[in-house]
C-alpha cells in the first residue's frame, strides 16, 4: 500500500479498514519504506483476497490530458469515518520538475485541476485507463490564488518502489481516449 509519509507520521499502531460501510475489517499495517523527502510511505498488510493492485504509469502523462483523483476525505477527522472512496475528475495543468517537500533534488511534479482535499492525501492520481500517473498529497491555497492540486509523479513512485524488493506491474504506454473512465459503469467503489 502506498501513501504519504505525513499521513503515517506521527502513528504509533498503523491500521489498515478494508471493505465498505456495511463490512469493514481493520487490518495492521507494517512500514516497510518511507520518506519524508518525497513523502512517500510504502505499507505492508498480510491479507488474503485483496483486489489486483493498480498499475502504474511509468511513461509522464501530459498537459491537457484527462484524470481522476480518489481518496476519503473526511476521514481523516478524528472518530468520522467514510468508508466509501470519492472519485473527482479535472485535468494536467503541468508536469515539471521542482524540488519537493523536503527533497534536495528536484522530481517531476504533478500539477492538477481535480479537486483534492484532507483525506485524499497519498491517494492516486489516475489517468483515463485507471493507471496510476501520481499520489496526490496537497492543495497549495495561498491569499489571492484558487487552490493548485499537487501529485507526485508515478516515475517518482517506481524509483521509491524498486528500491525495495517489491514488484510492481508498470504501464509502458500512454492511455488511449477510450480508456476505463470514459464509460461510468466500469467503475467500482471496491477498486479505489
Request: proline fraction near 3%; charged fraction near 20%; hydrophobic fraction near 35%.
Amino acid at each position: 500500500i502506498i501513501t504519504n509519509e505525513h499521513v503515517i507520521d506521527k502513528s504509533y499502531g498503523l491500521e489498515v479498514y478494508l471493505g465498505d460501510s456495511n463490512n469493514t475489517e481493520k487490518v495492521e499495517a507494517k512500514i516497510i519504506k518511507k520518506s519524508k523527502d518525497l513523502d512517500l510511505a510504502l505499507l505492508k498488510i498480510e491479507y488474503k483476497g485483496l483486489p489486483p493492485a493498480l498499475k502504474i504509469r511509468a511513461t509522464s502523462i501530459k498537459k491537457g490530458k484527462s484524470i481522476y483523483s480518489s481518496g476519503f476525505p473526511g476521514a481523516s477527522e478524528v472518530g468520522k469515518f467514510n468508508f466509501s472512496s470519492t472519485l473527482t475528475n479535472g485535468m494536467v495543468s503541468i508536469v515539471h520538475n521542482e524540488r519537493w517537500v523536503s527533497s534536495p533534488i528536484e522530481r517531476e511534479i504533478i500539477q492538477h485541476t481535480s479537486p483534492i482535499n484532507r483525506g485524499n492525501s497519498g491517494g492516486p492520481l489516475l489517468d483515463e485507463c485507471g493507471n496510476v500517473v501520481g499520489v496526490n498529497t496537497f492543495k497549495n491555497i495561498e491569499e489571492g490564488v484558487d487552490g493548485v492540486s499537487l501529485a507526485l509523479s508515478s516515475l517518482e513512485l517506481i524509483k521509491f518502489i524498486e528500491q525495495t524488493n517489491i514488484s510492481i506491474n508498470k504501464v509502458l504506454s500512454e492511455c488511449s481516449d477510450s480508456g476505463v473512465f470514459s464509460n461510468n459503469s466500469n467503475i467500482s467503489n471496491s477498486s479505489f
